[in-house]
């Protein structure tokens, strides 16, 4: 985790912490029980692949390469 009051530069201000959390046969497993009255919220976000099998970013046509592309410039020789 980044912590900038360590340091601006990473990798100097990354500090690891331990797991709160593990996940076993599908089921999230707290490693310490909130307290009486605190909820939990699980938040899942779910990627997906930039590319499709065998086709390079560069010749992709989805959102993400044409936004990449757009932001290309030619450097000078």
């Known amino acids: 985790m980044f912590d900038p009051t ?3 530069d990473s990798p100097e201000g990354n ?5 709160e959390f593990t996940v076993n046969a599908n ?3 707290l490693s310490t029980a909130p ?3 605190i909820s939990v ?3 899942k976000k779910q990627g997906r692949s930039w590319t499709e099998n065998g086709i390079s ?3 992709t046509e989805n959102s ?5 592309r757009a ?3 030619e450097l000078p020789e």
């Open 6 to 8: 360590i340091a601006l």
């Open 15 to 19: 500090v690891t912490h331990a797991a």
């Open 27 to 29: 089921a999230l497993v």
């Open 35 to 37: 307290a009486d009255g």
């Open 41 to 43: 919220t699980v938040t």
């Open 57 to 59: 970013l560069g010749d």
């Open 64 to 68: 993400i390469a044409r936004f990449l």
């Open 71 to 73: 932001g290309t410039t």
